[in-house]
């Protein structure tokens, strides 16, 4: 426990955290990251870095992703009218329906 604490306390109060404080709460307190790599990571960072501002929700990129595959995919062959448009309505509502949970954890933990 005691390591664990130090460990926080080195990343957070390093110089380089300084204009990273975002980022710096989420290696210390997000990863398990040993400090000295987690350091380096900030130093590499530029000022201002936030470590979500790159990243879309997880959500968006699921459903990005999975529509992209489904507008790829040929219509179901028999299946009456079924197009490619069919496919990725039927994908985005999967996706936000399995992301739910996920994305309301990250929600409740600040991370959306």
Known sequence: MHDEKQRI??????PAAKGREELARHLALGTDMPAEQ???????????????????????RSADAAIAGALS????????????????????????????PVIEQRKQLGLE
């Open 9 to 14: 306390a080195s990343i957070m109060n390093h």
């Open 38 to 60: 987690a350091i380096g990571m900030l130093q590499t960072a530029p000022v201002g870095a936030a470590p979500r501002a790159a990243i879309p929700p997880v959500a968006e």
């Open 73 to 100: 995919v040929q219509s179901v062959p028999g299946a009456p009218g079924a197009q490619a448009g069919d496919h990725a309505s039927m994908w985005r509502k999967a996706v936000a329906k399995a992301s739910a």
